[in-house]
């Protein structure tokens, strides 16, 4: 506990200096002056699009996270969750002590009573082995499974009302793999911090807060903006979402200030065995984290090479991607890699062993996600098969893109292979909760949803289905989408319905 004190007392100095005057009037204290928290209504407006110059200063702030042109999205996000968090990572000990404020607008008719928040590090599964705990002040009920908490208003929130939650949050993060994907944990001297914070749950027809699976994504999240000041001790270097915006030495080590831009969450991985490769593409900056080689290795070098590729292919075939930098990023994952608004991580072990092959179909299917989950969202639980059969589908067009016609047929007979024929394979739209174990999961919703979107593909000609992917993105970017969203975009494109070929492979 005498360093959390100490802690919380840095964070009262730095806050003195750097926090402005109305935010402190939120603030107030209990326990012996340990934990911040508050709560405040902001009678809200109804929304009119914003022009640039117009926009308040928390989204102004976000600017640099985003290539310039991009600024519109700002105004039309301006009533995106908003997190400022300040998080003090201690790398050796493998715990992390936060203060959040999020402010949230609600956009729903009906009043609502509660505010929820996802604590996924304390799932038994994807994250597992670790520990998220938050204190809000405010009466609250922790689901049973520990992963869900229902904060309670003294008010109902009503429509275009905005409310500002403090609380203060620790974390803790395994040392090992234990049922998790290594998502959230520390290995091979890099701490990996997926879901760290709380995470408020979208609110769709009411908060939506699914059961962590036994496999696939936990996280269905909506377009927020972070504002996140990172205390850490010297010498650590720092991959994550967003964009550096601040950098201060401090006496302990030093202060990084990130914005993210429009994200579905804010992850990070820090370690001081990173090398970083650095390559502009057309203002965004790619970066290479690598751990160190081993012989026979693919290079730092040969790795960017097909970072780039992949990600021109991406742009061309789907549209632009509108932020200043993607992450990639080499640590320990047991599932290959994992996917996160402009953060990829990949296995280190695909690029160590010279699986070439592996290594650049994992590359490819994560950075894929950049715009299959990231851009255009999606229930990533209950429709897991909308973001994972497109990164999956994704590698077959961007080989073609790179190499030629008939680049991906080798990965397309691999999927034909594996579900041919398998009894009892689940449908493409299955969700994640059906599942108990990774490779029924990965034959139904990846394979065969690939197979799915390669059938449509030579149903509606290769013209008319690029279209339509690039139209897909287009109306749902920031978004979340649904299947049905996308059913009936293919068959307006199409002129003609395509309901033989979806019922031979949905529901
Ligand atoms: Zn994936």
Redesign the pocket.
């Known amino acids: 506990m005498r360093q959390m004190h100490l802690f919380i007392e840095r964070f009262k100095a730095w806050r003195r200096d750097h926090t402005p005057s109305w935010v402190r009037f939120v603030i107030f204290s209990v326990g012996g002056g340990t934990l911040f928290l508050g709560l405040l209504f902001n009678q809200g407006s109804p929304t009119a699009p914003m022009q640039s110059a117009e926009l308040p200063s928390h989204l102004q702030e976000q600017a640099p996270a985003l290539l310039a042109g991009n600024e519109n999205q700002l105004a039309r996000l301006s009533q995106a969750p908003h997190y400022t968090i300040q998080a003090w990572i201690h790398p050796d000990a493998r715990t992390i002590e936060g203060q959040m404020k999020l402010v949230y607008t609600h956009r729903a008719a009906e009043p609502e009573q509660e505010v929820v928040v996802r604590l996924l590090p304390n799932a038994a599964s994807i994250y597992g082995g670790g520990s998220l705990n938050v204190h809000t002040g405010l009466p609250s009920t922790l689901s049973e499974d520990g992963t869900t908490l229902y904060i309670r208003l003294p008010e109902p929130v009503q429509q275009n009302e905005q409310v500002e939650i403090e609380l203060s949050f620790s974390a803790l993060a395994p040392d090992q793999l234990h049922n998790g994907y290594g998502i959230f944990g520390q290995a091979r001297d890099v701490l990996t911090l997926a879901g760290w914070y709380p995470i408020l749950a979208p609110y769709q027809d009411g908060w939506t807060a699914p059961p962590v699976p036994q496999v696939g994504d936990a996280l269905v999240a909506e377009m927020s903006f972070y504002t996140v000041d990172l205390f850490l001790p010297a010498g650590y270097q720092v991959a994550s979402t967003g964009q550096v915006v601040e950098m201060e030495e401090i006496p302990e080590g030093e202060r990084l200030r990130l914005v993210s831009g429009p994200a579905r969450e804010f992850a990070l991985a820090v370690s001081k065995e990173f090398s970083v490769l650095e390559r502009d593409w057309n203002g965004v900056r790619l970066r290479l984290f690598t751990l160190p080689d081993r012989p026979g290795a693919v290079t730092a070098e040969e790795a960017m090479q097909e970072v780039e590729e992949s990600f021109t292919a991406f742009t061309e075939l789907y549209g632009p991607y509108p932020y200043t930098e993607l992450d990639v990023v080499e640590t320990v994952i047991t599932i290959g ?3 996160f608004t402009g953060m990829v991580v990949i296995d280190d072990e695909l690029r160590q062993q010279s699986r070439r092959a592996d290594y650049s179909y994992i590359l490819v ?2 950075i894929a ?1 950049q715009w299959w ?1 990231g851009l255009a969202g999606n229930h990533s639980v209950d429709e897991p098969w909308l ?2 059969a497109f ?2 589908y994704s590698a077959v067009l961007a080989y073609e893109h790179v190499r030629g016609p008939g680049a991906g047929d080798e990965l397309l007979r691999t999927w034909q292979g594996s579900t041919a024929g398998q009894p009892g394979l689940a449908p493409v739209d299955s969700s994640a909760v059906d599942f108990s174990s990774w490779t029924p999961y990965r034959d139904a919703v ?1 394979s065969q949803g690939a197979l799915f979107l390669h059938e449509l593909r030579q149903e509606m000609g290769d013209e008319a289905f690029f279209r339509l992917l690039r139209l897909y993105q287009e109306q749902h970017r920031y978004g979340l989408a649904e299947g049905q969203d996308f059913f009936a975009l293919a068959e307006t494109i199409h002129g003609q319905p395509l309901t033989e070929l979806i019922e031979k492979w949905f529901k």
């Open positions: 890699g994992y996917e299917h994560e996600h989950y973001d994972e990164a999956t990846y």
